[in-house]
């Protein structure tokens, strides 16, 4: 079984700063990972996804995220946030072999002008 | 563009009503998922479908029943719906069940009971 955590549950944070997103997994197999972004009434969009190979991950709208197996996060990060960034996002992980996506309890990142 | 369709986008129902909440995809994707995601919650999963073959996990209440009739319609069945049931309801596909396949998500159904 696997579990999520994700450390913040709101992030303001001003237009143009730069903004981490922290999640710790929990897991006894080894996990992928996924960070998925929700707009105000939509369904959840892949934003970037961990694998395999090279730990940093690039996504999409400017987004990248660093697996460290040792102290088991994902963090999410992005050198430059803008007002449309505002959203919901969630922390994702999945056992390689096979089980459900585990999903944290999301964090909201507000962007303030 | 092909895609992952939840109609309709809001439904009211009464309390005790049965009401369907219906997903399409485009994606000729194998697995399909509902999901239901109260306000400020993680999505939570209900049960899936591996192309016709239903899985559905332990805690599912059994008021909430699921078909399948085709690889393109996926449909949420709530028997009598009860307050608790208000939420966002999310439905989801996968090309595949292995793990490393991303789960494409349409826009969900917020289903509110009078």
């Known amino acids: 079984a696997q579990s999520v955590t994700q450390l913040d549950s709101q992030v303001p944070v001003f237009e143009e700063a730069p903004v981490e997103l922290r999640c710790n997994y929990s897991?006894?197999?080894?996990?992928?990972l996924f960070w998925y972004v929700q707009y105000p009434n939509q369904g959840l969009q892949l934003l970037l996804k961990y694998l395999s190979g090279s730990t940093l991950v690039k996504g999409i709208n400017g987004f990248e995220a660093e697996f460290n197996k040792s102290q088991t996060s994902f963090h999410l990060r992005k050198p430059s946030v803008h007002i449309s960034d505002t959203a919901e996002y969630f922390c994702a992980v999945r056992g390689t072999s096979y089980g459900k996506l585990t999903f944290g309890q999301g964090t909201i990142l507000t962007v303030h002008p | 563009d092909a895609m992952v369709i939840q109609n309709p986008r809001y439904q009211v129902t009464q309390f005790g009503k049965p009401v369907t909440l219906s997903c399409s995809q485009t994606?000729?994707?194998?697995?399909m998922y509902w999901y239901q995601q109260k306000s400020s919650q993680a999505p939570k999963l209900l049960f899936h479908y591996y192309d016709k073959d239903f899985n559905n996990e332990a805690d599912t209440p059994d008021n909430f029943q699921s078909r399948r009739p085709n690889t393109s319609f996926c449909f949420l069945d709530i028997r009598s719906p009860g307050l608790g049931d208000a939420a966002m309801y999310l439905c989801?596909?996968?090309?595949?069940?292995?793990?490393?396949?991303?789960?494409?998500f349409g826009d969900g159904t917020r289903l509110s009971i009078l």
């Open positions: 897991s006894s197999v080894s996990v992928y």
């Open positions: 989801a596909t996968s090309s595949h069940h292995t793990s490393n396949q991303p789960q494409h």
């Open positions: 994606l000729n994707h194998n697995v």
